[in-house]
């Protein structure tokens, strides 16, 4: 392929590259938004399966607790009842001891219900909110991928083609000198080629040296015979060439 060819062919390229960008960015910042939403409702949802796991433990653990309690309070009531019956001293002294240690188990057991139930209904909060966000993430996910896939639907001849004569043009140029090409348009903002104007360069305005060789770019076997800017890289050309 000679110079002029090949120039045509990257400027060819570079059009195609924009193209290809803007039927991109008509679903890009949905797509963006979506995978935000998904990573917020993935997030979500871990954090409720991890807090459904602890709320059902710490429910058990309060029946658990509810039932010592009741135990106690009954054992407590019921030796309440006897305490009039009693005569001896020793069996009082019996009866003291006994009730002084239902009445710390009662304390003991009865602060940990109460704080542990508490925690049941503050876990059973979050989960509430954290379900009512998993709803809403679900729902403008929903209509997210419903937009992005009218979208691609919309422009999918469009992008089919671009991708079609873009991979008829990469095989007319060695595959490195390809994804360099693609290196530098997402670099120079989708521009590659620069015209040359009063022996500078169009794209960054630098003054070219006589020779007009310049930068360490990648070239494939056959590409000696073009030129590029030594300070934005971009491939340069003469318009009346074209």
């Not at 797509?31 to 871990?46: G, P, V």
């Not at 039932?67 to 309070?73: T, Y």
């Not at 073009?226 to 340069?236: A, D």
Request: proline share 1%; with cysteine; hydrophobic share 35%.
């Amino acid at each position: 392929m000679d110079r002029l060819s090949r120039i045509r062919n990257i400027i060819r390229w570079q059009e195609l590259y924009q193209q290809k960008k803007i039927l991109v960015a008509a679903y890009e910042s949905s797509e963006i938004k979506l995978n935000k939403l998904q990573e917020e409702f993935d997030n979500s949802q871990s954090q409720h399966t991890k807090l459904t796991e602890l709320f059902d433990n710490l429910s058990a653990k309060v029946v658990q607790e509810e039932e010592r309690l009741d135990h106690i309070l009954t054992q407590i009531d019921s030796m309440e009842k006897d305490r009039d019956n009693l005569k001896m001293s020793r069996q009082i002294k019996s009866w003291e001891k006994d009730m002084d240690k239902y009445t710390k188990d009662r304390e003991v057991v009865e602060a940990q219900f109460y704080y542990d139930k508490s925690k049941v209904g503050d876990i059973s909060q979050e989960l509430e909110t954290l379900s009512e966000n998993m709803s809403r993430f679900k729902e403008e996910i929903d209509t997210l991928q419903k937009e992005i896939s009218e979208i691609k639907a919309e422009t999918k001849d469009d992008r089919d083609a671009v991708e079609s004569e873009m991979t008829k043009i990469a095989k007319e140029f060695d595959i490195h000198f390809v994804e360099y090409l693609d290196r530098l348009l997402d670099r120079n903002q989708g521009v590659v080629m620069a015209e040359i104007e009063d022996d500078s360069c169009s794209g960054c305005n630098v003054l070219l040296p006589t020779s007009y060789h310049g930068g360490e770019a990648v070239h494939d076997a056959d590409d000696l015979a073009l030129m590029q800017c030594p300070n934005c890289f971009r491939y340069l050309y003469n318009a009346e060439d074209l």
